[in-house]
Structure formats: structure tokens, C-alpha cells
């Protein structure tokens, strides 16, 4: 009782950034669909979202749908339709919106099928739309424990749903593969995904479906799992078969002849304890010419490979891209685009498949652009490397030696004795936000960074030779709570900046380069209108001339962008759709200053534009930004220093670094007196559990605690003196 009286005072007296969490959790509740499912009740046969595979295959007779999560198998997110090009897009406007009812990052790709749209939201939640209209047909909430958000690295996102034979296919965040009726929205199954719940699992990627199966993986490598990705039956929800994409303990028996063949790679340390990591949370693509399944591997556990695999290897199957048979799961090839690798270098990101000629030879190529910084051609036959092109600044190699077909590593950036800014840092050259590639001008579109990271050793192993698991927190087994004094010991860092680029994967040439306000943009379409959209940071919507670069036409949502837009056509007229809402992984999002999460808040929309639409989108109230004055402290310098590496270690990744967040989840900069009155209580007592900040009591103690809140206090007093003296400056 106690307790929900302290609930309700927090609620009552924080402010606007808990109240928008609250409302995250507040959705409405699918009681019918949650009744329908535990009664096992009789659903009835599908008769909207009848996808399969052959409509799918054959998904260029019908441009007006998208009917896959790429739109094809192919996943080139490439639209055939060109009513909004680039004489007529200077017309597009807003045909309706629809408000998300969330503040959190939104991720999802649409599936749009005979005028329904089906998509998610953050926690994992699933609407069906009207696809001409907006009006909402039915929605469905897995009710994922708000505790969970805790087990993920970055936010409780999700990138959209599978519909196949009468059925959307969701994932939800703590590790269940869901079936539901498309046309209803009720539940017709659920099933544990997860071999271990205990473990900090978490799903975020959309589900693909081919073959009568529905592929899926998981995330959770920074905290230490081990990947694997399984095959579902369709229909029942049965598994078909399951590939772990590191080895385990190797004194035991081996559950695949990769398994014992992967174990090789791994050398002198104990790396099935912590989990291994190699987890498949992004991408994985069908491939029906081969009937292959291609899937895209992670980092390992933790990132430093002296610590993971301390006697050496490359450690199979991190960083790569492995090719299986769909039917059986059994490993076919696989490329390792970084063998050792050491920086957080997922290969995870959207693969995308094409038919090319390539020095006179006619391929079936695959293509990644993975974080670490080289754009990969493969023969997908055999996984033959075909080019490795450098698509941004990647200063860790020099270059990937063609024969060999593995990276030659710049020792000038060896990191394992002194501290060194490398590029492409661990949000990589290129992230999840999905690349598009237009086949006709042979050109990918990439949302591309160059974000260093300081990569230090971790300290505590160095001196002690020892690596402690961290269960419950990041391992990344770099310095990451001192991060803000080794970021000066490497001199002056290369600035983060943000690209949209047209690149040739063939040549390796920058047809041409947009440069980004800041790094962390959305994913991209290109259609046969010769256009190329993308939505950004700053909350618009452009639409870029596929060969010049020039922005064509641009739409102010003041809403910051991730997820990638799509297009479809109804009764003769061409839609373009996307998800507003910011978020994820991006630790330093705070360092800039006029990002639309920052300016308006961060609330989740879906937008959908047409030629001469003409719906209004309000223009949102510019927060204010003040910070006000925190508590007396009497810390010492020393007690600061202190809460400023344990708030690095623990806080920094989603509250931001030096406690600046990017607008989504709240500043602790600007913490009210009556949350600073509760800093045990929310970070040990857990009693904002239901938001996603869970307790974190089992990593740190009452002493910890007041030291975070007296480094944050500090940081609060450092920047509103420093806006109070820009103020009188400007004064002058
Ligand atoms: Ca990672």
C-alpha cells in the first residue's frame, strides 16, 4: 500500500518526461484477444493477409502491395512504382497520420497487403490499419513485463511483423514468437523462443516466413547469451530446427559437426559461460532461388577478443554472414566479414540480393554493408567474396586482401596497450536502419556514420588479468566507465558525422554524398521515380533525386526519424509511409543540441503522404529545455569522480552520455526535486519497474546510487552555468 502511495506521488509530481513513459505503458489493453488466446478459442479461417510464398516471388506483378519485410525476398526495399517521381513529388503531402501512443524508439517496416497495413510499435505492440484511410481495424498487445526493458541494449523497440497464409507473425521483446489471426488481431498462438529465460534475451527483429516456416533470432550479445536462430512451423508453431551460431561448452557434445568445427576458433578461454554472444537480432533473408536462408551474426561477448579468446582465433560465427538450407537448418557457407573481431563489429545489418554482372559474369550476389565500414559483394552460391569496398572512413584496416578474403588489420590502431579513436566506433560505418538499392542504376543507398569510439582495455582485467561477467550489465570489456577521461588520451576525436550516400557496390565509387546534421538517421527507400527517402534527426522527411543527391521535397514532422519508409499504391494512388519516433542505441544523442526529440519530445507517429494531400500535422509545443536548479550537494570531488564511472558503467547507455540524453528517455540533468527525493527508491526499490527502469540493485549499492545522483547533480550545475553564461553573452 505503502508503496502505490509513493507510485502515485512520483507520477503526480514528475513531470513530463515520466508522464509520456507512463502512457508508453498506458496503451489499451487487448482483453479480448488475451481471453480469446487462453481459452484456445476456435478462430476462424483467414480470409485477409493471404500472402505466400509465390506472391512473394512473384511480388513485382504486384508493386501496390508490400508484401515482405524488404517488400520481396530480395529485401532491395526498391519500389517499382513511380507516380510520386521527381517532376510530380514536389506535390506529395500528408495524406493522414496516426498517433503511435508511444515516446519510444519506433523501428517497424509496414507490410501492406490488400488495403490493410500491419505494423508495430515499441513494446513489441501490433496494428492493423486501414491502408487508405488510417482508421485502425485492430491491435493487439503482447503485454511485455516493463522489467524486461532492462535485459536490451537499446530501447524496447521492434522492427515489424511477417503475414503469411492469414497470419502476422510478431516477436516480442522478452523472447516469444506469436501467431494472430490478420484479419481479427486475436491470438491464435504464442511459444517461448528463449533457451533460457533467466538470460538477457530480448527480441527486436522482424520475423521472416518462407516455406511453410517462420525464422527468427534474438539480441543480448553486449550482455552475454548465445545466439541462435530457430525455424518455426507456420502453421502450428512447432520447431523445425535450430542453428547456435557459437559453440558451447566444448566438453560437451556438440549439437552440430559447425559446432565442433566453430570451437577451433575459440582458444583458451571460457567463453560458453558468459554466452559467446553472436546473436542474429536484425537481419535475416530467404532466398528462394537456392533455398537458402542467409542470417547476419553479431559481436561476441564481451567485444575484446584478448578477453573472450585470449589464446586467439577468429571465432565462428561472429561478424558473419551464414548461409543454411531453409528446410533443415544445415549450414551451407558462411563469410566472416570480421574475424577476431574487437570493436563490436555486428555483421547484423539488412542484407540485400540481386542479380549482376560482375566482370562479365552474371552473379546471384548477395551485398552487407556491416558497422565495420566495408561494403561485402558475395557470390551467393558459395559465399565467394566478390568486393569489400570501404563505404565510409574505417581506420581499424587498411583493407580486405582479395585472395584471402579477410581484413588487414592497421596496427597504427591497436588499442590493446594505449587508447585509440577508431573509426567506425561500435554504432558502426552503417546500423540497422535498413539500406535500399536501386537495381536499375546499380546503387545502394546507405545511411552511413563515421562515429569514433575511445577504445580502451578494460582496467580492472589489465591490472588483474582477471574479467569479471557482469550478468545484468553491459560486457563489452572496455573502459567504459572511465570513458570520459580516455577519451582525452588519444588526442583530439574525429568528429561524428552523419551521411546519406549513393555508393556502387561494384566499383566502390560515391556517386554522391549528403552530409547529415547529425549521425543517427533513419533507413531508406528508393523507387523507379528516381527518388530516395529517407526521414532524419532533425524530424523531416526528404525526398533525395536517386542520381544528383538534390532534395527534391521535404516535410517537416518535427518528430526524429529511424525507421525506414515504404510505398504502395490503392485505387490508383501512391502512398509513401513511415514511423516517426527516435531512440535506440545512440549513447551520444545529447551531445547535439537541436534534434526534434530534444525540441518537441519524442511522440511516435506513422505518416503517410500522397500527391496533393493536404492533412494538417499540428505543430507540436517546444519543450522547454532549462535545467532547473538541483539539490545542495556537499560531494567531493572525489565521490564524483566516482558516480561518473559508475554512471558510465550502468546509466550512460540509455540516459545518455555526461547524463545528456537525446530527448527520449528522460535527462537526468533536469530530474525535479521530488525525483531527487527518490533516487534509492526508482534505482534500487524498482518502483518505476512498469516504465523499463527495473531495479538496479544487483549491480550497485546505496553508495553507488548517491554517487550517481551527486555526479548528475554536478553535471546539472556545470551546464546551467554554462547556459546561464551563453544567455549573458548573448545579452552583450
Ligand atoms: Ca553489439
Known amino acids: 500500500m505503502i508503496k502505490n502511495l509513493v507510485i502515485v506521488i512520483v507520477i503526480a509530481a514528475a513531470g513530463f518526461g515520466l508522464y509520456t513513459v507512463m502512457q508508453d505503458k498506458a496503451a489499451p489493453q487487448p482483453a479480448a484477444v488475451s481471453d480469446a488466446a487462453d481459452t484456445g478459442a476456435v478462430v476462424a479461417e483467414p480470409t485477409v493477409g493471404l500472402i505466400d510464398d509465390a506472391r512473394i516471388i512473384s511480388a513485382e506483378s504486384e508493386p501496390g502491395n508490400w508484401l515482405a519485410h524488404g517488400r520481396t525476398y530480395e529485401e532491395q526495399r526498391f519500389s517499382p512504382l513511380e507516380q510520386v517521381n521527381k517532376e510530380s513529388v514536389s506535390r506529395l503531402g500528408l495524406a493522414w497520420f496516426s498517433d503511435m501512443q508511444s515516446n519510444r524508439a519506433q523501428e517497424s517496416t509496414p507490410i501492406v497487403v490488400d488495403g490493410m497495413m500491419f505494423l508495430t510499435t515499441a513494446w513489441s505492440r501490433v496494428y492493423a490499419l486501414d491502408a487508405k484511410t488510417g482508421e485502425q481495424i485492430w491491435h493487439y498487445d503482447p503485454q511485455v513485463p516493463g522489467a524486461w526493458a532492462r535485459k536490451g541494449c537499446c530501447d524496447v523497440v521492434n522492427r515489424g ?115 559467446g554472444g553472436g546473436t542474429v537480432w536484425n537481419s535475416i533473408v530467404y532466398d528462394p532461388e537456392f533455398n537458402q536462408l542467409y542470417l547476419g551474426v553479431g559481436n561476441g561477448t564481451p567485444w575484446t577478443r584478448a578477453i573472450r579468446s585470449p589464446g586467439g582465433g577468429d571465432n565462428l560465427f561472429l561478424s558473419s554472414i551464414v548461409a543454411l538450407d531453409a528446410d533443415s537448418g544445415a549450414y551451407k557457407w558462411h563469410y566472416q566479414t570480421t574475424p577476431m573481431d574487437n570493436w563490436d563489429y555486428t555483421a547484423v545489418q539488412d542484407m540485400v540480393l540481386a542479380n549482376m554482372d560482375v566482370d562479365g559474369v552474371e552473379r546471384k550476389v548477395l551485398m552487407q554493408a556491416p558497422k565495420n565500414g566495408f561494403f561485402y559483394v558475395l557470390d551467393r552460391s558459395d559465399g565467394k567474396l566478390l568486393r569489400a569496398n570501404k563505404y565510409v572512413t574505417a581506420t581499424w584496416a587498411t583493407h580486405v586482401d582479395m585472395t584471402t578474403g579477410r581484413p588487414v588489420e592497421d596496427p597504427a590502431y591497436d588499442y590493446s596497450e594505449k587508447t585509440k579513436w577508431v573509426l567506425p566506433g561500435p554504432l558502426g560505418g552503417h546500423n540497422w536502419q535498413a539500406m535500399a538499392f536501386d537495381p ?169 503522404f500522397k500527391l496533393d494531400g493536404k492533412a494538417d500535422l499540428p505543430q507540436p509545443i517546444a519543450l522547454d529545455r532549462s535545467i532547473p ?104
Open 440 to 608: 536499375t542504376r546499380r546503387l545502394a543507398f546507405i545511411p552511413a556514420m563515421e562515429n569514433p569510439l575511445a577504445y580502451a582495455m578494460n582496467d580492472e582485467w589489465k591490472n588483474t588479468g582477471v574479467y569479471k561477467h557482469i550478468v545484468g550489465g553491459w560486457n563489452t570489456g572496455l573502459e567504459f566507465g572511465r570513458l570520459v577521461q580516455v577519451m582525452g588520451e588519444d588526442g583530439v576525436p574525429p568528429k561524428a558525422r552523419g551521411y546519406l550516400k549513393a555508393f556502387d557496390p561494384l566499383t566502390g565509387e560515391e556517386k554522391w554524398a549528403v552530409e547529415q546534421v547529425h549521425h543517427w538517421n533513419g533507413g531508406t527507400l528508393a523507387t523507379e521515380g528516381g527518388l530516395v527517402f529517407q526521414g532524419n534527426s532533425l524530424g523531416e522527411v526528404k525526398a533525395y533525386d536517386s542520381d544528383t543527391g538534390d532534395v527534391l521535397w521535404s516535410f517537416n514532422a518535427f518528430t526524429s526519424f529511424l525507421a525506414p519508409p515504404i510505398t504502395y499504391q490503392i485505387e490508383g494512388v501512391q502512398y509513401v509511409a513511415i514511423q516517426a519516433g527516435t531512440g535506440g542505441g545512440d549513447l551520444f544523442g545529447g551531445e547535439s543540441n537541436n534534434l526534434a526529440s530534444m525540441t518537441y519530445g519524442n511522440f511516435g507517429k506513422l505518416l503517410v
Open 629 to 732: 536548479e538541483p539539490p545542495a550537494s556537499n560531494a567531493s570531488a572525489q565521490e564524483i569522480a566516482r558516480g561518473e564511472s559508475v554512471y558510465h558503467s550502468n546509466c550512460a547507455v540509455c540516459h545518455g552520455f555526461m547524463a545528456k540524453s537525446s530527448g527520449v528517455v528522460p535527462d537526468l540533468r533536469m530530474t525535479g526535486e521530488t525525483r531527487h527525493g527518490l533516487y534509492k527508491e526508482i534505482v534500487l526499490g524498482g518502483i518505476l519497474a512498469g516504465t523499463g527502469m527495473a531495479s538496479y540493485a544487483d549491480l550497485i549499492d546505496e553508495n553507488d546510487v548517491e554517487a550517481v545522483q551527486a555526479y548528475v547533480i554536478s553535471r546539472a550545475k556545470e551546464d546551467r552555468a554554462a547556459a546561464a553564461a551563453a544567455a549573458a553573452a548573448q545579452g552583450d
Open 161 to 275: 511483423v511477417a503475414v503469411y497464409k492469414g497470419k502476422v507473425y510478431v516477436a516480442s521483446y522478452d523472447g516469444r514468437l506469436i501467431a494472430l489471426d490478420a484479419g481479427t488481431g486475436a491470438e491464435i498462438w504464442q511459444i517461448n523462443t528463449l533457451t533460457d529465460r533467466s538470460r538477457d534475451y530480448t527480441i527486436t527483429g522482424a520475423p521472416r516466413v518462407a516455406n511453410g516456416k517462420v525464422f527468427i533470432g534474438n539480441g543480448g550479445a553486449e550482455f552475454g547469451v548465445r545466439g541462435y536462430v530457430t525455424a518455426y512451423d507456420a502453421e502450428t508453431g512447432a520447431q523445425v530446427w535450430r542453428f547456435f551460431t557459437v559453440p558451447g561448452n566444448p566438453d560437451e557434445p556438440f549439437e552440430t559437426p559447425e559446432m565442433a568445427m566453430a570451437a577451433k576458433t575459440w582458444k583458451g578461454g571460457e567463453w560458453w559461460k558468459i554466452g
